[in-house]
């Protein structure tokens, strides 16, 4: 055994990593490194133009969550699109039925307090719904005509068929930097299928909404005007969440009660929004 004086500190788990850590070596820089080998070794165009293509095939990994953590041996997150995962369907919306909704939703929760509102519910309360409370019926979807416009148009484009917009529940959410939404799946007791979001401002990656499924995580590619509908194992087994985010989102969720489940309810109050 060495003297204690010839002994060498070990360093932190954190300065080894940063010791042994190059940047520019994160994900996606091994497809430069890959071409710009077999161009060096072989000068074959042939041969670089068929690994371009097998690296450009190759799925595309999405940043993590600044709150993320990675469990050992957990697969990196991907991004979503059209039928990835099963059961979630995109589409983009016109940007400026987008922006008179957006407009309209601050507008409105920027008068409801004088820091600001968060969240705002409309047509129906289900938050204290869910806490045991009694259903309350809030301000009409027709109180908010660029809002109202927004939903039934993506409503058509995503091919749903008409439904009685008298059970449709929506919830406007304002996310200031740090704020959150826990995983989750929608009350299978209080809504049938789908559900439905549009991403009135998104910051962008890693901010946005996440999917878990079947061990694997999927980040939406969130722009201004996004819409995203969950129907089927994308309802019923996906949990989705948004993770801290680092710059302002504002997003608009709405999904339908089910059949003659407010006429069994009942309305104990009706609580006008100001």
């Known amino acids: 055994q060495a003297p204690f ?36 070794l072989f000068g074959h165009s042939i041969l670089q133009s068929q690994l371009a293509s097998l690296v450009s095939a190759a799925p595309k990994v999405a940043p993590r969550a600044p709150d993320a953590r ?25 940007k400026q039925m987008n922006d008179a909704a957006l407009e309209e939703l601050e507008w409105a929760m920027d008068r409801a307090s004088d ?20 259903l309350r019926q809030k301000r009409l979807l027709e109180s908010f005509p660029a809002c109202a416009t ?8 995503f091919g749903l068929a008409r439904r009685d917009e008298g059970r449709v529940q929506v919830v406007a959410r304002r996310y200031r930097r740090g704020m959150r939404c826990r995983g989750h799946i929608d009350s299978t007791k209080f809504f049938e299928e789908p559900n439905l979001f549009a991403i009135l401002r998104s910051g962008g990656p890693p901010d946005g909404l996440r999917l878990y499924t079947k061990g694997m995580e999927y980040l939406v590619p969130e722009a201004a005007g996004t819409a995203i509908c969950l129907e089927g194992p994308g309802r019923y087994e996906t949990y989705h969440s948004v993770p801290r985010v680092v710059k302002p989102r504002v997003s608009l969720t709405w999904r339908w009660f089910h059949e003659g489940l407010l ?4 309305s104990e109050d009706t609580v006008p929004c100001e």
């Open 115 to 134: 820091d600001g509102q968060v969240k705002l519910e409309m047509q129906w309360g289900y938050f204290a719904l869910a806490c045991g409370g009694p």
């Open 5 to 40: 004086w010839r002994k060498r500190p070990q360093p932190s788990t954190r300065m080894a990593r940063a010791k042994h850590h190059r940047p520019g070596h994160g994900h996606g820089h091994w497809r430069q490194y890959a071409l710009a080998a077999a161009t060096c």
């Open 70 to 94: 990675k469990k050992p041996g957990s697969p990196e997150p991907l991004f979503a699109s059209e039928g990835t995962p099963e059961g979630c369907r995109l589409i983009m919306i016109d």
């Open 263 to 266: 006429e069994r309810l009942g």
């Open 150 to 157: 927004l939903i039934r148009t993506a409503n058509d484009a």
